[in-house]
Nanobody
Framework: QVRLVEYGGRMVQSGGSLRLSCVVS????????MGWSRQAPGQQRESIAQ???????MYADSVKGRFTVSRNNAMYTVYLQMTSLKPEDTAVYYC?????????????WGQGTQVTVSS
């Protein structure tokens, strides 16, 4: 059974930085297409970052240049480094496992971790 567990969400001041971690089990992590999504209050969930099994990355325009997704296959962990945080980044952040590198379909979600950016 695939399990994704996020860590690192907390309250941070505007302009600050934060790193989220997601530990993955129950799948061949080195072949997994991973990503991060978020859902702000009253808004739809949005995909913000993706990383392929080979380490290629993609970002939503809203976070490009501020957020960096990375992975450590030996640790079965994917990271989201967030800098220059803004109040509009406040959301629940979810780690995601996609069907494949060539698919956007999410097949597994973490439980989410809350990030709150105060102004």
């Amino acid at each position: 059974q695939v399990r994704l567990v996020e860590y690192g969400g907390r309250m941070v001041q505007s302009g600050g930085s934060l790193r989220l971690s997601c530990v993955v089990s129950g799948t061949d992590f080195s072949s997994a297409a991973m990503g991060w999504s978020r859902q702000a209050p009253g808004q739809q969930r949005e995909s913000i970052a993706q990383i392929s099994s080979g380490g290629m990355t993609m970002y939503a325009d809203s976070v490009k240049g501020r957020f960096t997704v990375s992975r450590n296959n030996a640790m079965y962990t994917v990271y989201l480094q967030m800098t220059s945080l803004k109040p509009e980044d406040t959301a629940v952040y979810y780690c995601t496992l996609r069907e494949s590198d060539s698919s956007n379909r999410v097949v597994s979600w973490g439980q989410g971790t809350q990030v709150t950016v105060s102004s």
